[in-house]
């Protein structure tokens, strides 16, 4: 209800590290696209939609670990991707302001980040304001 889940240690370490190693090598092969332009701030920032067929033992990992609570939470076995991609932010990015994602208000979307460093509230972290995706605020 508050559209707010933390899975702590959705993905085990082993996974985390070939996730990592294969986006990195993946944003930079052919048919990568550079959308940094999409970015509220992109000093020090890089956005880099990844190809789906590129990329699928990192989406299969996702999926097994995510897909039963999807499954519940969206009371629907039917899960579409709608962005697959890699953030990457440099020291020295300037702070964010506080922003929506995804303009479309729909109860069938979810947006799931998966940090693939350890990330600090100092390092400004990601921030959610709960219960926003009811338009309540």
């Known amino acids: 209800q508050q559209g707010v889940v933390l899975f702590p240690s959705l993905l085990n370490d082993s996974i985390v590290r070939a996730l990592r190693g294969d986006i990195l090598e993946r944003s930079t092969t052919h048919g990568a696209v550079d959308r940094s332009m999409n970015i509220r701030s992109p000093s020090n920032r ?3 939609a990844l190809p789906v067929d590129q990329n699928p033992s990192a989406l299969e990992a996702i999926a097994r670990h995510l ?7 969206l009371q629907d076995t039917k899960h579409l991707l709608l ?3 890699a953030y990457r932010i440099a020291p020295g990015a300037a702070e964010q ?3 929506r994602d995804d303009s479309v208000i729909d109860s069938r979307i979810v947006s799931v980040q998966i940090s693939l460093v350890d990330t600090m509230a100092e390092m400004g972290a990601l921030e959610v304001q709960p219960a926003t995706h009811r338009g309540e605020t």
């Open 46 to 48: 890089q956005l880099t």
């Open 67 to 73: 897909t039963p609570f999807l499954d519940e939470a």
């Open 83 to 85: 962005e697959h991609a």
């Open 97 to 99: 302001e506080f922003h």
